[in-house]
């Protein structure tokens, strides 16, 4: 007990402690996250101005990895493409379902729709946080048996509290996305908010649009985005307030990405003496004023080592705090990192050819789902 008081009392006596709370935040902010994690262990002040809702924000994140399934299977791959999966992808410590999809991640915590043995036609949605192991069960609402689209809305810097959108279809009408598959409009939103514990439903009059299953989902600013047919970006509020974002003429939007607190698309086109990758971001969502970003040569991208994969990749994410992105490419489906700063291409590992990430069809695409952990948050209301 004497040790642990003449420790705080030297805390509590270095210089360190006369610098400013915003001083203190600006230098904390400049380390690795896991170092961060490190400080809040240092004293009571630190951890209350590390865990403050203000300074949350401003800290960095680690990005850990990726999770994704195939065949029924999950998977986690660690970014470094080393060592044993820095999450256990089977989410062992939820409660024991017969089957268990993930559906989106959102700011660390993960969407998961989970049927019973004893009941295989009821469904639940569990959102947990793989981090800490805490989870939630959401009640399923009225249209969560014939809902494709469901996603969630989650931002530790503004509350502990999330919220999980499902797309309601118009069973009347649709899109042909090609002569053999149909897509239907979405007629209706439903919104469930942890705080109230309860799902508020909305009607979508003013636009129509159809969204693949497994388009990805960025929320921020208290927004969801997400990639819709027809090279549509579809933006609704957790009011239920909706709204479209005018695309890029003649580019086709297909996934879209967080990055750096705005919103990204990469896109391959056919360019003279070949193809090219293209990257645009979104500086003004009030005006959809995209900004190419960054634009490179295949041949450039993968050189003469990778020279293979040029008609054959995909971009599946980005990180969220450099300018980096991540591709698969080949047969083999290798999981590649590209800076974006430095034009460097670095090898990760390969995933194996079940998966299917090239081209266009949204259909066979498996998702990607880039998590970054969230240590320092405890789920609200969860167990």
């Avoid at 262990?41 to 865990?51: A, E, G, M, Y």
């Avoid at 981090?131 to 502990?160: C, H, I, M, Q, Y």
Wanted: glycine share 6%; hydrophobic share 40%.
């Amino acid at each position: 007990m004497a040790g642990d008081s003449k420790k705080e009392k030297c805390v509590e006596g270095s210089p360190v402690d006369k610098l400013t709370d915003d001083l203190l935040v600006d230098i904390i902010s400049r380390v690795p996250y896991k170092a961060t994690c490190c400080c809040k262990c240092v004293s009571t002040r630190w951890r209350d101005l590390i865990s403050h809702p203000d300074h949350r924000k401003n800290m960095p994140q680690s990005l850990a990895g990726f999770f994704y399934q195939v065949k029924g299977a999950r998977y986690f791959t660690n970014v470094s493409g080393e060592g044993d999966p820095f999450f256990d992808p089977s989410l062992s410590f939820l409660p024991n379902y017969q089957s268990l999809y993930i559906l989106d991640c959102c700011n660390g915590l993960l969407l998961c729709r989970c049927w019973k043995a004893t009941d295989p036609e009821t469904l639940d949605y569990i959102v947990c946080n793989p981090a800490t192991e805490k989870w939630v069960v959401v009640p399923a609402s009225d249209w969560s048996s014939e809902v494709v689209v469901a996603r969630l809305g989650f931002d530790s810097s503004v509350s502990s509290h999330f919220h999980v959108f499902e797309f309601i279809i118009d069973e009347a009408s649709g899109v042909y996305e090609d002569e053999s598959r149909y897509f239907k409009n979405i007629k209706a939103l439903a919104i469930y908010s942890s705080k109230a514990g309860l799902w508020m439903v909305t009607e979508i009059m003013a636009i129509s649009f159809a969204i693949p299953w497994n388009s990805r989902s960025v929320f921020l600013n208290g927004v969801l985005h997400l990639a819709a047919f027809d090279d549509l970006i579809v933006a609704v509020d957790v009011e239920g307030n909706h709204k479209r974002i005018v695309d890029l003429d003649d580019d086709f939007i297909n996934d879209i990405f967080p990055s750096q607190r705005r919103l990204y698309f990469a896109h391959s086109t056919a360019g003279i003496g070949g193809s090219d990758l293209k990257v645009w971001v979104l500086e003004d969502h009030g005006r959809a004023d995209w900004t190419l970003k960054h634009n490179v040569s295949n041949l450039k991208l993968f050189g003469t080592e990778y020279s293979s994969f040029q008609k054959h990749y995909n971009v599946v994410s980005f990180h969220p705090e450099r300018n980096m992105l991540f591709i698969v490419c080949g047969e083999e489906n290798t999981l590649m990192s590209y800076d974006m700063d430095s034009m460097e291409l670095r090898f990760i590992r390969q995933l194996g050819s079940d998966c299917q990430v090239e081209g266009s069809d949204w259909e066979g695409k498996t998702p990607f789902l880039t998590h970054v952990p969230l240590f320092s948050e405890s789920l609200a209301n969860g167990h």
